[in-house]
């Protein structure tokens, strides 16, 4: 941890623990990746995938925001995991469990010889299983994108899983106060309108599904 990446608000939120930074980024699909350009910050969506002790970001080579990181522009990269609601008696109280990271740095672009390997990294993390049946990116294909590594080495990890935590005065109300979970799963997979007829939806999908 550094200065810059200790909590100040509500300490005891903060978690050290390397195997909760890592299951928070092992369950991502996306980071927002915030940088600052003629000083407006602009924070972005992006698809990310954990890549050795750093985490993989790409985009198209004409994206302003793979171009920033390609140059080294200091960026803030976070994930969110929100994990259920938590309903107080007042609004003011209420708020949610969650569990974020925050990763400050610069991004190393990968390297010729590394870009393939992220490139599969990066999907098997997205879709796994699939990679093996997917045919291998063209030339173009691969140039045509950017890929960047970003490093864990300086982050924050929040966690909030508390209960409702109402004033004494509320504690007379007949209002219905918890938690209400959240959880992220997967629909039906719906065939593509253009699927040649007979082709099964793979098993890997239905464990997807299944959870
Ligand atoms: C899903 C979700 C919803 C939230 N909703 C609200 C809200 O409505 N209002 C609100 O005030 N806050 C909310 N928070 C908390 C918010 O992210 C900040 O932690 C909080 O506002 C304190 O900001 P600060 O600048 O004072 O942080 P400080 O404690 O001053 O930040 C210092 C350092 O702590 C670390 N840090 C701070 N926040 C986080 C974080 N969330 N994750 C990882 N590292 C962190 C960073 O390294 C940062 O540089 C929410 C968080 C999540 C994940």
């Known amino acids: 941890m550094s200065e810059r990446t200790e909590v100040h608000r509500s300490p005891h939120k903060q978690n050290h623990d390397p195997e909760v930074a890592k299951s928070i980024i092992s369950r991502a699909l996306v980071a927002h990746v915030a940088i600052s350009v003629d000083g407006q910050p602009f924070a972005l969506p992006v698809a990310c995938a954990p890549f050795k002790d750093e985490l993989l970001l790409h985009g198209s080579n004409a994206s302003r925001l793979f171009k920033a990181l390609m140059d080294g ?4 990269v976070t994930i969110t995991h929100v994990e259920g609601l938590v309903l107080a008696r007042s609004s003011y109280e209420s708020s949610m469990h969650y569990q974020s990271l925050m990763a400050l740095g610069s991004a190393r672009l990968i390297s010729e010889g590394e870009k393939r390997p992220a ?93």
């Open 119 to 211: 490139l599969q990294a990066l999907t098997a993390h997205l879709f796994p299983q699939r990679p093996s049946e997917l045919r291998q990116s063209t030339e173009q294909e691969v140039n045509a994108t950017s890929i960047v590594a970003f490093p864990l080495n300086e982050i924050s990890v929040k966690v909030s899983h508390g209960q409702p935590k109402d004033k004494d005065f509320d504690m007379d109300s007949d209002i219905w106060a918890g938690i209400l979970p959240i959880k992220v799963s997967y629909g039906q997979p719906i065939p593509a309108d253009n699927l040649r007829p007979g082709i099964p939806v793979p098993d890997y999908i239905a464990t997807w599904v299944a959870g």
């Open 73 to 76: 522009t200091p960026a803030c």
